[in-house]
């Protein structure tokens, strides 16, 4: 697979502060890949380092396996961050013919991607006049401008209303599907699980795991439970090898699995052992489950 | 480096009010042919400025590129803000993520910058020619193209004036607050390290200490050209003084004005090399 780009140790300092440490990770082409974190762990530091507009304070990084500067590797690169940056007095179009300019691309793409963003008819407006999600679609627009080989968006969908969150995803999937590799930062959970096939997961600038979605939801999931003889319940799960830690809450029985168990084959093993439930419910944790998981343990 | 021109020129030409601005510098510059319609007739006394001699050759070099001079004030407005809106904008930050590198970006200015010097010196070059012919008394292209190193000294001029106001664009990086720094350093120039060194070293020292200042450097490669002129010397000189005053442009003053802007264009590298947008 190729490597799009390579984080090798990166670390960064503000003054006492260290607000990325020692990170190291892989993008590989075709993926859709999420950075994760609460705010202030370093997402937008790290994206900002790798494109060109802070500086490291250790470690490296590569883009396309090194060959390239990084300024030309920013011109197959397409990026947004945080807030949506255009000249003020000037329309969309005049905004993009200058993106265009910047990246040495031909102009003939403005009209098709402004068309795909949904911004044709506004195309001779000011950037001022525009609201926040046109503002934001049109960064889009600009970011595809080059038919980048990855796009980074960094919080594409904060500050906008539901609609423009929705907007927003649905050109974020439609730009995926075209087998783009998309880098996508956000706190948002629900947001990366829709989007995203791997996951970063950061905290204070430290990496706490990066792999497939799938396998960072690594359980085997776990199963609600309720009988009358609970105690015998207990027992039994407690003596389950399959099983790891018990949790009892409000006469619920929370069993989390150690290894892959079916819910018909439980329900068969405890009836052959006498203890009848009157609840069984057999689930996965969800990426927001094992996210706070994952970022309190290792506090 | 077509390609920077051109980045410059769309973000430029494409906002009012530096458009409005450039377009009424270079009205400006052809203004300074009004001069010549300068004209008193009151009764017995008249008085025809143009008739006066000032638009001989070569002495119209030197007092064109120093009134023009003047209007370079007018341009710092358009450089300044046009380095300063970067950052309020945070374009600068779009611009180095849209594959533009931090060399390019001066580069861009720069060349811009260097640009606008060219325009402006071909325009006076053009306006003084035009008024000459009209006006001077000699006209043998000998006597035209004499002194035309004042025209030099006007652009390298303009070219340190500009870069030091593309350095303090970037430094401030607010445009009122640059402007307002530009004021307060001209203040520090004449009064803070003029003075200092005067009452440290003497007079002396403080007169050539001042040739190395960046503003005075820049105000010394043209000198002011109105006691130069014929009318004027002849009534100093009924007053009984004696007028000995150097005018020429010297070697060594082009050659700090030309340190000074590598040294502003440099810096203001090495700063935005330095900060994190």
Request: hydrophobic share 45%.
């Amino acid at each position: 697979m190729e490597t799009i780009l390579t984080v090798n140790n990166l670390t960064k300092k503000f003054g006492y502060l260290t607000a990325v440490k020692d990170l190291s990770f892989n993008i590989e082409k075709g993926n859709v890949y999420g950075i994760l974190g609460p705010n202030g762990s370093g997402k937008s530091t790290t994206l900002g380092i790798v494109l060109n507009v802070v500086n490291k304070t250790a470690g490296d990084f590569a883009w396309f396996g090194g060959n390239v500067s990084t300024h030309s590797a920013l011109k197959k690169v397409g990026a947004i961050i945080e807030r949506p940056n255009f000249y003020p007095y000037m329309t969309a179009i005049q905004n993009l013919k200058l993106v265009c300019k910047i990246k040495e691309v031909p102009e003939d793409k403005i009209e098709e991607k402004l068309e795909m963003v949904g911004l044709l008819e506004r195309k001779n407006s000011k950037f001022r006049t525009y609201s926040l999600g046109m503002k934001q679609r049109l960064a889009i627009a600009s970011a595809l401008l080059n038919d980048p080989e990855i796009l980074i968006l960094d919080e594409p969908t904060n500050g906008l209303d539901p609609q423009g969150i929705h907007q927003i995803r649905g050109i974020i999937k439609k730009i995926a599907a075209q087998g783009t590799t998309i880098l996508l930062a956000s706190h948002l959970l629900d947001e990366v699980e829709k989007v995203c096939s791997h996951v970063v997961i950061l905290r204070k600038g430290e990496k706490l795991y990066s792999g497939p979605v799938d396998e960072m939801l690594t359980s085997y999931g776990f199963f609600e439970l309720r009988a009358t003889d609970e105690p015998a319940l207990m027992n039994f799960l407690g003596n389950h090898g399959s099983f790891g830690s018990l949790k009892q809450e409000n006469g619920l029985i929370t069993a989390i699995l150690k290894e892959e168990m079916d819910a018909s084959s439980l329900n068969n093993d405890l009836f052959k052992n006498g203890i009848v439930l009157s609840h069984l419910v057999k689930r996965k944790a969800s990426l927001e489950e094992q996210f706070l998981s994952l970022t309190n343990h290792n506090k | 480096m077509l390609r920077l021109l051109q980045i410059e020129f769309i973000k430029l030409w494409n906002n009012n009010a530096s458009r409005v601005l450039i377009i009424s510098y270079f009205v400006l510059i052809l203004c300074m042919a009004l001069i010549a319609a300068i004209k008193f007739d009151i009764g017995p006394i008249q008085f025809h400025v143009a008739e006066q001699g000032i638009f001989n050759f070569p002495y119209i070099w030197h007092l064109n590129t120093w009134i023009a001079s003047g209007l370079k004030l007018f341009f710092a407005i358009i450089i300044v803000s046009m380095m300063a809106n970067e950052y309020s904008n945070k374009t600068l930050k779009q611009n180095l993520i849209d594959g533009l590198s931090k060399k390019e970006f001066i580069a861009s200015k720069f060349i811009t910058v260097f640009a606008f010097s060219v325009i402006s010196t071909i325009f006076v070059f053009l306006v003084s020619l035009v008024l000459g012919l009209f006006y001077s008394d000699f006209t043998e292209l000998s006597i035209i193209f004499s002194e035309l190193e004042y025209l030099l000294a006007y652009f390298i001029k303009l070219l340190g004036f500009f870069s030091f106001c593309l350095f303090l664009g970037i430094l401030v990086k607010r445009s009122a607050f640059a402007l307002g720094f530009l004021i307060i350093w001209f203040a520090i120039e004449n009064l803070g390290i003029r003075f200092l060194v005067w009452w440290l070293a003497g007079k002396e020292a403080s007169a050539s200490a001042m040739k190395f200042l960046p503003l005075e450097s820049m105000g010394n490669l043209i000198k002011e050209p109105i006691s130069r002129f014929k009318a004027v010397q002849s009534m100093v000189e009924q007053v009984g003084e004696e007028f000995h005053k150097d005018y020429s442009v010297h070697f060594y003053e082009i050659l700090i004005v030309g340190c000074w802007t590598s040294i502003f264009i440099y810096l203001s590298f090495i700063l935005l090399k330095k900060r994190d947008l």
